[in-house]
């Protein structure tokens, strides 16, 4: 089971008391170092004062995660599993250390976007990396297009519902449902045991290999 989790435009530039200063060897997927290194000198990124992915992001789904607060076997169980995009990085793990860059993917280098920038690279490495995988989607519709599926074993989605209206911005809730699969540790057989605040599990059905789990709540929290 592999959870792919989304950028953040929205980044913070809190300082930690250890400065972190690193180079792009640090970074998984070493094919993409041509491509990282040709962003970080078009953007005039600094690669000092880094900080992990969990601490670097800032919108929604970041914050509502908390991964800070988390016990660290519920922060190992999250990070062993997990793949995190980044438009400046392509693809990396939840502690990989980032620089400050709000880039979105519809940022541009030499006139062409990052989500074109990088989507035949990432469909390549996505291709092989998730072959034969159970993959766990927390990604919008958008950054979902930038990879490849093909050859996976099943992807699982997830819809929201308030009070009968689907969640136009699900990511708190997105957050909320990885928290309670890892501090659970729950098998993709126990999915229908999710639930946060108001929301449980309304529905799970199966066109294919994609399992589409469905929440309902009255809305009273978020």
């Avoid at 690669?47 to 908390?66: I, T």
């Avoid at 099943?154 to 928290?179: C, D, I, M, S, T």
């Amino acid at each position: 089971m592999l959870f792919l989790l989304g950028s953040s435009k929205l980044q913070s530039r809190i300082r930690l008391r250890e400065n972190i200063t690193a180079g792009v060897e640090v970074y998984p997927f070493q094919e993409l170092t041509p491509k990282r290194v040709e962003l970080i000198n078009c953007f005039g990124i600094s690669m000092e004062d880094l900080s992990p992915v969990w601490r670097r992001y800032k919108n929604h789904f970041w914050d509502s995660l908390e991964f800070w607060v988390l016990p660290s076997e519920v922060q190992s169980f999250i990070s062993d599993r997990s793949l995190v995009l980044s438009p400046l990085l392509g693809l990396i793990n939840i502690n990989s250390p980032l620089p400050y860059a709000p880039l979105s993917w519809d940022s541009e280098c030499k006139g062409k976007k990052l989500r074109d920038w990088w989507k035949e690279d990432l469909r390549n490495l996505s291709k092989k990396i998730l072959e034969g995988k159970i993959v766990i989607s927390l990604l919008g519709s958008k950054e979902e297009k930038i990879l490849s599926f093909e050859g996976i074993s099943k992807l699982v989605r997830f819809e929201f519902y308030r009070r009968g209206k689907k969640v136009k911005n699900p990511q708190k809730h997105k957050a909320y449902v990885l928290r309670y699969i890892a501090e659970k540790r729950l098998s993709l057989e126990d999915f229908h045991r999710i639930n946060f605040y108001d929301y449980q599990v309304k529905d799970i059905r199966e066109e294919g290999k994609t399992m589409h789990v469905t929440f309902e709540g009255a809305g009273a929290y978020i």
